[in-house]
């Protein structure tokens, strides 16, 4: 019987919750959560209320309440408690807290991916922009009422009044609204570089006042003085009632650390039938300081006679300041306002690009002319972070020749404004390309997902691929896009390049037969390759199946090497201004100069395409004088008669140029064998050795 009992009472102690700490002492009892316990016991009247009542506390940890600089005190701690106990999981989307007027906190959850162990993984869940690292500490008070803690990896800031002495603070200040906090930013800090006067009074002259005492939760973005002295100053009427609203998003809490994907874009206020305006928050991290830099983007996607198509790109100032509606964020410029040149942009001190045009004004300076006296252009910009990625060594190779440094920079200009909704539209047609201002030199463009709401473009410049993180930024005189790589300094081999490259993936395939292409990793060789297109394999397809055939099925290594090397130069690195140049002095025949290349097999013509001067039509007893070698855009290569087009010159690489062509250098009697990979110099060998066994057994008959 005592047994029984004894088992009894071991699965009572087992399996009944143990709430033996209230909340205080649960805090006081973690190490980590010390300096929040000591600012509790220091205050007269915390301790007494967290021992009676029930709460739910957010807690910092040592660590994020050592990096918060403003005041430690009662009402720090009392913006942490909400008089109801909740479970993370049982979190409604706003919660009051015990602060004096009880101003909310507002819940966000972001799905983490995680396999829930204690029931709350599968989920981030966020406290304004504190992210709870720690949930579901379960405590009681004397009276038995249940108390939890979570604990937050910041400190939560609320907004807070501070009157000067022997003023009182009106009462609907005391927890503002977004209405409260624009015509008296100066009770909660907002002076000197966060004053935003400028932007309440272009508001209350346009009678816009409501905008921002709207209920429920909403983000907005109030842009500082010095973000609209100069659009003040030139024409204040751009600032206008549409205007007003793209800087609201109803609906939506946005803090910035809740925002799961700069892809996800939001509608502002300004959405209606004729103009469509969506609202989304990115952030940059710079890995030199580990340091977040978070910025607020309007994509008017439908405009009108008075507002732009394109992105307007601000940076947040002063981030999450919660308030009664939602939460307000400032930025740097107004949205939707196109009102800053290429070059203005670029010059921003604190902007992504400032390292790109670093670069310009200190190397290149006629770079910094182009960009202000030319309209129309699109600039593909490297960000600061994509410097970090490129080879230091290159570059300043680069830097130290002005004529490689200009062409470099060049390749990231368009003469013309080029939108990725062009691009999309036109690359679902045709392999998309568009002219830069340096020589002969092109961008290839490609489309991923192109059906989606923000489409991902990718494009290549020599050799390089980056990807549009920011697209359509509007200016003045024309668009900047900005990409995450340095166009013209490659860090891909060869054999890279051929196996990241789509457009070359059937030449890689077969390159692949018997390692033939390993050489082409070398770092230590140069390499030039002229590389039939997926096309111009499927042409051979077509017109020579058996011979198609037999050169992909793998047993036929030889003939491709043969072919391949046809194709290729080793010893040296030919850019499309190289082959030029040799065929500077030669004859013109049939309307083209050219010049014989010697391949590692054969040899094939490099021909340029000749244009008459003065509108006269070219021919072959022309000379040299007479014609416009520098405006030709037509290159091909020959051999036996076979001509291939240079469709994508100057490839580069580290070890080599590719220079992509639209026809296969090759005839069906390249792959001539009859149920055999016995090379056709193999079997003449042969022949000839039978030829002289006869012989030499006919002599010796005689």
Same mark, same amino acid.
């Given at each position: 019987m005592n047994k029984h009992l004894l088992l009894l009472g071991i699965l009572i102690l087992l399996y009944s919750p143990v709430h033996a700490k209230n909340l205080l002492d649960e805090i006081k009892s973690r190490p980590n959560l010390s300096e929040v316990a000591r600012i509790i016991q220091g205050d007269q009247l915390l301790p007494t209320l967290m021992e009676r009542q029930g709460y739910t506390a957010f807690i910092p940890t040592n660590e994020a309440l050592k990096k918060y600089q403003g005041p430690k005190d009662r009402r720090l701690i009392q913006y942490h408690l909400v008089n109801l106990p909740y479970m993370v999981q049982e979190m409604p989307d706003e919660l009051n807290t015990e602060l004096s007027g009880n101003p909310r906190v507002y819940v966000s959850r972001l799905r983490s991916g995680n396999t829930p162990i204690k029931g709350w993984e599968d989920y981030h869940y966020f406290i304004n922009n504190a992210k709870i690292i720690d949930a579901n500490h379960v405590a009681q008070n004397e009276e038995g009422i249940k108390q939890v803690l979570h604990i937050v990896d910041q400190v939560i800031v609320p907004t807070i009044a501070k009157a000067a002495s022997n003023t009182t603070i009106p009462a609907g200040f005391i927890t503002p609204d977004a209405q409260k906090l624009l015509l008296k930013p100066q009770l909660y800090g907002l002076v000197d570089d966060y004053s935003i006067s400028e932007f309440e009074n272009r508001v209350s002259n346009l009678d816009l006042l409501d905008v921002f005492n709207i209920s429920g939760k909403n983000t907005f973005f109030? !842009?500082?003085?010095?973000?609209?002295?100069?659009?003040?100053?030139?024409?204040?009427?751009? *600032? $206008? %009632?549409?205007?007003?609203?793209?800087?609201?998003?109803?609906?939506?809490?946005?803090?910035?650390?809740?925002?799961?994907?700069?892809?996800?874009?939001?509608?502002?206020?300004?959405?209606? =039938?004729?103009? /469509?305006?969506?609202?989304?928050?990115?952030?940059?991290?710079?890995?030199?300081?580990?340091?977040?830099?978070?910025?607020?983007?309007?994509?008017? *996607?439908?405009?009108?006679?008075?507002h732009n198509k394109g992105t307007v790109l601000a940076r947040i100032t002063k981030e999450n300041i919660p308030v009664k509606n939602g939460v307000v964020h400032l930025i740097d410029r107004p949205l939707m306002v196109v009102a800053s040149s290429i070059i203005s942009y670029l010059q921003e001190k604190r902007g992504q690009l400032s390292t790109f045009y670093t670069l310009i004004r200190e190397h290149y300076g006629d770079m910094t002319n182009q960009l202000v006296v030319e309209q129309d252009l699109t600039l593909f910009a490297p960000s600061n972070e994509a410097f970090k990625m490129v080879n230091k060594e290159r570059l300043n190779q680069v830097i130290a020749n002005q004529d490689r440094l200009g062409k470099l920079l060049k390749l990231h200009v368009v003469k013309r404004r080029l939108t990725t909704d062009e691009i999309v539209d036109r690359s679902t047609r045709e392999i998309f390309q568009a002219e830069t201002l340096s020589?002969?030199? %092109?961008?290839?463009?490609?489309?991923?997902? !192109?059906?989606?709401?923000? !489409?991902?473009?990718?494009?290549?410049?020599?050799?390089?691929?980056?990807?549009?993180?920011? !697209?359509?930024?509007?200016? /003045?005189?024309?668009?900047?896009?900005?990409?995450?790589?340095?166009?013209?300094?490659?860090?891909?081999?060869?054999?890279? /390049?051929?196996?990241?490259?789509?457009?070359?993936?059937?030449?890689?395939?077969?390159?692949?037969?018997?390692?033939?292409?390993?050489?082409?990793?070398?770092?230590?060789?140069?390499?030039?390759?002229?590389?039939?297109?997926?096309?111009?394999?499927?042409?051979?397809?077509? %017109?020579?199946?058996?011979?198609? /055939?037999?050169?992909?099925?793998? =047993?036929?290594?030889?003939?491709?090497?043969?072919?391949?090397?046809?194709?290729? *130069?080793?010893?040296?690195?030919?850019?499309? $201004?190289?082959?030029?140049?040799?065929?500077?002095?030669?004859?013109?025949?049939?309307?083209?100069?050219?010049?014989?290349?010697?391949?590692?097999?054969?040899?094939?013509?490099?021909?340029?395409?000749?244009?008459?001067?003065?509108?006269?039509?070219?021919?072959?007893?022309?000379?040299?004088?007479?014609? $416009?070698?520098?405006?030709?855009?037509?290159?091909?290569?020959?051999?036996?008669? *076979?001509k291939a087009r240079v469709i994508r010159p100057d490839v580069e690489c580290v070890n080599g140029v590719v220079h992509v062509i639209d026809s296969v250098l090759m005839m069906n009697r390249d792959v001539t064998v009859s149920g055999s990979t016995v090379p056709m110099v193999t079997g003449l060998a042969t022949l000839i050795a039978t030829f002289f066994t006869v012989a030499f057994a006919r002599v010796l008959h005689h």
């Open positions: 109030i !842009p500082v003085n010095q973000a609209l002295n100069f659009v003040m100053r030139t024409d204040k009427e751009l *600032i $206008d %009632k549409q205007v007003i609203h793209g800087h609201v998003v109803p609906g939506h809490v946005l803090f910035t650390r809740t925002v799961e994907n700069s892809n996800i874009q939001y509608e502002s206020l300004a959405f209606t =039938d004729n103009l /469509k305006v969506f609202i989304s928050v990115e952030n940059v991290s710079n890995s030199d300081n580990q340091e977040t830099t978070y910025y607020v983007k309007s994509n008017t *996607i439908a405009s009108d006679i008075s020589n002969r030199r %092109k961008l290839y463009f490609a489309v991923n997902e !192109p059906n989606a709401l923000v !489409p991902v473009v990718s494009l290549e410049g020599a050799g390089v691929n980056a990807t549009i993180t920011t !697209p359509n930024i509007a200016a /003045k005189n024309g668009v900047i896009h900005i990409i995450d790589r340095i166009l013209g300094i490659p860090s891909q081999t060869v054999y890279e /390049k051929l196996a990241s490259d789509p457009m070359l993936s059937s030449t890689f395939s077969l390159s692949e037969q018997e390692g033939w292409n390993e050489r082409l990793g070398s770092r230590e060789e140069k390499f030039t390759l002229f590389v039939p297109s997926n096309d111009a394999w499927a042409m051979i397809h077509r %017109k020579m199946p058996s011979a198609y /055939k037999k050169l992909f099925m793998g =047993d036929f290594a030889y003939h491709v090497r043969y072919i391949l090397e046809r194709h290729m *130069i080793v010893g040296q690195d030919l850019s499309l $201004d190289d082959l030029v140049a040799l065929t500077s002095n030669s004859t013109v025949r049939r309307g083209y100069h050219e010049e014989r290349l010697e391949m590692t097999r054969g040899k094939i013509y490099f021909q340029a395409r000749v244009r008459a001067s003065f509108g006269e039509s070219s021919s072959s007893n022309e000379t040299d004088t007479e014609m $416009d070698l520098e405006d030709s855009s037509e290159y091909y290569v020959e051999w036996n008669g *076979i």
